[in-house]
C-alpha cells in the first residue's frame, strides 16, 4: 500500500510488471540517455522502491534492493560483476545490496526525494533486521580526470576496514593510491561527490580503494558499504523521521 510522505510524492514498493517497465524507463533515461529499458537479470530478484508525483501520477525516482541472508550469498551481487568481494563472504548477518538508483534530471526538488528514499530504505532496514547496506555508487562519465579531487577525500580516511574491504577484479580501475595529490580541492571534491554517496558517508560508510570504469552505463563507480550499527544516532533519528 502507498504511503503518503509528502504532498507532492508517494513512496512505494512496485507491485506490478507495468511498475517495474516504468522504473527501467526512468533507469534508461538516467543512465543511458533516450527512449528504452535498461534492464538485467538482476531486476527479478530484486524488490523495487518507487517515488511518484501524487497529482500527476509520474514516476520521479526508483532503486532496487537485493537481499541477501549472509555473506556467503555475496556472490549474488551486482557488485560482484566487478569487485572481488570474498571479505565480504565472512559477514554473518543480512545484509541489501542497493542499485540503479536514479532521480529524474527534470526534478527540481531531489533532495527532498532523497530523504524520502531514504526514509523507506530505514523501515525496510528495521523490518528486515539488516546489518550492512552496500552497492556501487556511480559517477557521471569515464573520466577520472574529474574526480580526481573527490577520490583524494575518499582516499583520505574513507577507505573499508580491511576485513571487508573489496579486492580488485575489474581489468580497467583507477586505485586511489595511484596518485598522491597534494594540491586537493576539498570543495570541489564535495561538490563532484554524487549525493548518495554523501549521504552513506554520513552515516559512517566507506568505500573501495579504487573506482571501475563501467562502459556499459558509461559511468565510474565505487563501492560503498555501511553497517547499521555504526550509523550515528542522530542520522538515524533524521532518517526514521522521514517516513512519518
Same mark, same amino acid.
Given at each position: 500500500?502507498?504511503?503518503?510522505?509528502?504532498?507532492?510524492?508517494?513512496?512505494?514498493?512496485?507491485?506490478? %510488471?507495468? =511498475?517495474?517497465?516504468?522504473?527501467?524507463?526512468?533507469?534508461?533515461?538516467?543512465?543511458?540517455?533516450?527512449?528504452?529499458?535498461?534492464?538485467?537479470?538482476?531486476?527479478?530478484?530484486?524488490?523495487?522502491?518507487?517515488?511518484?508525483?501524487?497529482? #500527476? %501520477?509520474?514516476?520521479?525516482?526508483?532503486?532496487?534492493?537485493?537481499? @541477501?541472508?549472509?555473506?556467503?550469498?555475496?556472490?549474488?551481487?551486482?557488485?560482484?560483476?566487478?569487485? =572481488? @568481494?570474498?571479505?565480504?563472504?565472512?559477514?554473518?548477518?543480512?545484509?541489501?545490496?542497493?542499485?540503479?538508483?536514479?532521480?529524474?534530471?527534470?526534478?527540481?526538488?531531489?533532495?527532498?526525494?532523497?530523504?524520502?528514499? $531514504?526514509?523507506?530504505?530505514? #523501515?525496510?532496514?528495521?523490518?528486515?533486521?539488516?546489518?550492512?547496506?552496500? /552497492?556501487?555508487?556511480?559517477?557521471?562519465?569515464?573520466?577520472?580526470?574529474?574526480?580526481?579531487?573527490?577520490?583524494?577525500?575518499?582516499?583520505?580516511?574513507?577507505?573499508?576496514?580491511?576485513? $571487508?574491504?573489496?579486492?580488485?577484479?575489474?581489468?580497467?580501475?583507477?586505485?586511489?593510491?595511484?596518485? =598522491?595529490?597534494?594540491?586537493?580541492? #576539498?570543495?570541489?571534491?564535495?561538490?563532484?561527490?554524487?549525493?548518495?554517496?554523501?549521504?552513506?558517508?554520513?552515516?559512517?560508510? $566507506?568505500?573501495?580503494?579504487?573506482?571501475?570504469?563501467?562502459?556499459?552505463? /558509461?559511468?565510474?563507480?565505487?563501492?560503498?558499504?555501511?553497517?547499521?550499527?555504526?550509523?550515528?544516532?542522530?542520522?538515524?533519528?533524521?532518517?526514521?523521521?522521514?517516513?512519518?
Amino acid at each position: 500500500m502507498a504511503k503518503m510522505c509528502a504532498p507532492r510524492y508517494r513512496v512505494r514498493f512496485a507491485e506490478t %510488471k507495468a =511498475d517495474l517497465l516504468s522504473a527501467q524507463a526512468l533507469r534508461h533515461r538516467c543512465f543511458r540517455g533516450g527512449e528504452g529499458f535498461d534492464r538485467d537479470a538482476h531486476d527479478e530478484v530484486c524488490r523495487h522502491i518507487l517515488i511518484e508525483h501524487r497529482l #500527476r %501520477k509520474e514516476l520521479v525516482a526508483c532503486l532496487r534492493i537485493l537481499p @541477501l541472508s549472509h555473506g556467503e550469498e555475496i556472490g549474488k551481487s551486482y557488485s560482484a560483476l566487478f569487485y =572481488d @568481494l570474498k571479505p565480504l563472504s565472512e559477514y554473518g548477518a543480512p545484509l541489501a545490496e542497493i542499485g540503479r538508483f536514479c532521480i529524474s534530471p527534470s526534478l527540481k526538488d531531489g533532495a527532498d526525494v532523497l530523504r524520502l528514499l $531514504w526514509g523507506e530504505l530505514t #523501515r525496510y532496514v528495521d523490518e528486515q533486521g539488516i546489518g550492512m547496506l552496500f /552497492g556501487c555508487v556511480s559517477f557521471q562519465g569515464t573520466d577520472v580526470e574529474d574526480y580526481l579531487d573527490t577520490f583524494d577525500l575518499l582516499r583520505d580516511g574513507r577507505i573499508a576496514p580491511r576485513r $571487508w574491504r573489496p579486492l580488485i577484479k575489474s581489468q580497467d580501475v583507477f586505485r586511489f593510491s595511484d596518485r =598522491d595529490r597534494k594540491d586537493t580541492d #576539498r570543495k570541489r571534491g564535495l561538490r563532484m561527490m554524487p549525493p548518495l554517496l554523501r549521504t552513506y558517508l554520513a552515516m559512517g560508510g $566507506w568505500v573501495s580503494d579504487h573506482a571501475v570504469v563501467d562502459e556499459d552505463l /558509461g559511468t565510474l563507480h565505487v563501492f560503498t558499504g555501511v553497517e547499521i550499527s555504526s550509523v550515528p544516532q542522530k542520522r538515524a533519528q533524521m532518517l526514521r523521521a522521514a517516513q512519518e
